[in-house]
């Protein structure tokens, strides 16, 4: 059984583009995973940690037959693979990818939680989201994730924290 997920993609150090790419390439070499749609690729400010390079952000839909904890350990190698190294919160990298959806599934595990808790918060996620994903539905809001990305736009992100 094939499920849809949601991931976002982010670098501000290096390449930043040259970045992207290769983790899509590693992504697509991945046997039973298929990249179905891709954002577009957007530049925008650092979040949480402002004192760094600006970031190159997309997001992508997969499909693969993987629990999200397989599909997230994906993205954990690739991320190492690529040479991430987490020193810091929020920091400079080379590569993030965040597990987003699954499509209605709600988990909260150890390392593990989906939706992703912040992405409604986060502009540079929502943005490129909604560009291949509109209307997918944040499975704890009730909200699309263009409906999302209107409020935040709108400053009513702070009545859900």
């Known amino acids: 059984m094939k499920y849809s997920y949601h ?17 899509l390439e590693l992504l697509r070499q991945e046997p039973g995973l298929v990249i179905t749609r891709l954002s577009s690729m957007i530049v925008t400010p650092p979040w ?7 970031f190159l952000n997309m997001a992508i839909e ?3 037959g993987m629990t999200p904890r397989e599909l997230l350990d994906l993205f954990l190698r690739t ?11 929020w920091g400079p990298r080379v590569i993030d990818i965040d597990l987003l959806l699954a499509g209605g599934l709600i988990l909260d595990e150890p390392g593990l939680k989906i939706p992703h ?10 943005e490129p989201l909604t560009e291949i994903a509109p209307g997918a539905i944040h499975p704890v809001f009730g ?4 409906s999302l990305l209107q409020k935040l736009r709108a400053g009513q992100d702070k009545i859900r924290n």
């Open 143 to 146: 909200d699309s994730i263009q």
């Open 79 to 89: 991320e190492r693979a690529m040479g991430r190294e987490r020193l810091e919160r």
């Open 48 to 54: 949480g940690k402002t004192d760094q390079p600006d």
């Open 7 to 23: 991931a976002a993609l982010g670098s501000n150090t290096g390449d930043r583009k040259a970045n992207l790419e290769r983790a």
């Open 117 to 126: 808790p912040l992405m409604h918060e986060r502009e540079f996620v929502l």
């Open 62 to 64: 997969v499909e693969s």
